[in-house]
């Protein structure tokens, strides 16, 4: 059964602080795998995924198959980083399995 | 830019009763999804809709819940007798990719309160 475990419920940062928020996931296959992030009062909305391998608003994610996992960084947060990050697998048309989220709060 | 939207975006419906909640996803896309997120729980997968069948669906779509595209347009999701563990917001999806994963497209959700 697919399974993706963000560890962190909450995640409080200052300003120009690292971050990263954990994903780990058990699929079977060769999963995409994508971090969804939603704003206050927004809907849902891609933030990256890993085929693409390009940095979105400062955040990156590597694709780690070994440890199946696929954690979101970024070097120095900022105040509009605040938001719900979702951490989601999918292969083909199948649909996305979504972690249970991660708030990250960014404190000036 | 094209979007998903939903309506209603706030339901009040007594335990019981059917409630349609709908959908229009991003025109030129194939592929439909019902999610739904319980207040402070993960956002659940439901159903997906692609050439007018259900192509997967979930254990929490049971009898109760069914999907339909009426007109081409519109993508509907029917709890034919809500029950009070049925509130939840529920999010429409759309994805246009033809072979691959793609990225779904997410409409602002639909909270549905039973009582």
């Known amino acids: 059964a697919q399974r993706v475990t963000q560890p962190e419920k909450l995640l409080s940062v200052f300003k120009g602080a690292p971050v990263e928020l954990k994903c780990n996931y058990s699929?079977?296959?060769?999963?995409?795998l994508f971090w969804y992030v939603q704003y206050s009062r927004q809907r849902l909305q891609l933030l990256l995924r890993?085929?693409s391998r390009e940095s979105i608003k400062g955040f990156t994610a590597d694709l780690n198959k070994g440890e199946t996992s696929f954690h979101l960084k970024k070097p120095f947060a900022q105040e509009e980083d605040s938001a719900m990050y979702y951490c989601?697998?999918?292969?083909?048309?199948?649909?996305?399995?979504f972690g249970s989220g991660t708030r990250l709060q960014v404190q000036p | 830019e094209p979007e998903v939207t939903q309506t209603p975006s706030h339901q009040v419906t007594q335990m019981g009763q059917e409630v349609i909640l709908r959908c229009v996803p991003i025109?030129?896309?194939?592929?439909f999804y019902w999610y739904r997120q319980i207040l402070g729980q993960k956002v659940e997968f439901l159903v997906s809709?692609?050439?007018?069948?259900?192509?997967?669906k979930s254990e929490i779509f049971d009898d109760q819940f069914s999907v339909e595209r009426p007109d081409g347009s519109n993508f509907t999701l029917k709890i034919r007798s809500t029950k009070l563990e049925d509130s939840a917001m529920y999010f429409c999806?759309?994805?246009?990719?033809?072979?691959?994963?793609?990225?779904?497209?997410f409409g602002e959700g639909s909270r549905l309160t039973v009582l």
């Open positions: 809709f692609y050439n007018n069948e259900i192509s997967e």
């Open positions: 699929y079977s296959g060769s999963p995409e």
């Open positions: 025109s030129n896309h194939l592929y």
């Open positions: 999806a759309s994805k246009g990719d033809g072979g691959g994963t793609g990225e779904l497209f």
């Open positions: 890993h085929i």
């Open positions: 989601a697998p999918g292969t083909g048309r199948r649909a996305l399995t």
